[in-house]
């Protein structure tokens, strides 16, 4: 908005001004009206020029603080659908999923199939052993989610940290059940991560509908509305998942 009003300004004022100096100005001095035009001039390409590298500078930052945000959201995910293994639900806090990663294991398990004797079967069939096949799971071992996930690397601690942004802004977390089936959501507003930018493109961000970039108001993962684990965000933000 700002660029097309910069431009449109430009155009309206050069024309009113050239009409002007031709129709009422002296010959003797048009040289300085010229000058002073030049000038008019360039201070609104300058401003115009500003409008579009401020623009290209702040799409340029919002994607360096997007990947940051979703680098963490995907820990998050992925912390929780450690967590729904485990407890067969989502946490909904954050202080219970990072003592799950500090303190708990998920087993390594191993599924075989077995021949057993099927009593009921040799019974009828007057003592005739009859075998059936049943699916026995076996725990070789079992892995601390802690090395699993984040190889021995400590950020799990301040996994509720947005990281960038707005000083001390924090993800909001949330966890239930829709239709009995176990959902969760993690998400930021897009203005507590541009933080310090431009009021204006940071609105006109929160707005965006592009499947490209990062969808809506905030940056999410999972959602409580319905059964998804994924983020809002698309092709633009090449965060791998």
């Known amino acids: 908005m700002k660029v097309i009003i910069a431009i449109v300004v430009i155009i309206l004022l050069t024309v009113a001004i050239v009409w002007l100096i031709d129709k009422f100005v002296p010959k003797k001095l048009k040289p300085v009206i010229n000058l002073l035009l030049w000038a008019l001039i360039i201070f609104l390409g300058y401003i115009t020029f500003n409008s579009v590298y401020d623009e290209i500078k702040f799409n340029k930052l919002k994607v360096e603080r997007y990947k940051v945000v979703i680098d963490r959201l995907v ?47 040799t019974r009828a069939f007057g003592g005739v052993e009859t075998f059936k096949t049943e699916t026995l799971i076996d725990t070789l071992s079992y892995y601390t989610v802690r090395d699993s996930i984040f190889k021995g690397d400590m950020r799990y601690k301040t996994m509720a940290d947005v990281g960038v942004g707005k000083a001390g802004a924090k993800f909001t977390l949330e966890a239930g059940k829709l239709d009995d089936i176990p959902v969760f959501q993690a998400s930021v507003d897009k203005a507590l991560v541009l933080d310090g930018e431009d009021k204006y493109l940071i609105e006109k961000e929160r707005q965006a509908i592009s499947i490209a970039g990062v969808k809506g108001a905030t940056v999410k993962i999972g959602s409580m509305e319905e059964v998804n684990t994924s983020g809002n965000w698309g092709k633009d933000l090449s965060v791998k998942e």
Not at 93 to 117: A, C, G, H, W, Y
Request: hydrophobic residues 35%; without cysteine.
């Open 75 to 121: 820990d998050i995910r992925d912390s929780q659908l450690a967590y729904k293994e485990l407890n067969g639900e989502y946490a909904g806090t954050f202080d219970k999923l990072i003592t799950f990663i500090e303190n708990d294991s998920i087993p390594i398990t191993q599924r075989r199939d077995t021949l057993v004797l099927d009593v009921e079967r």
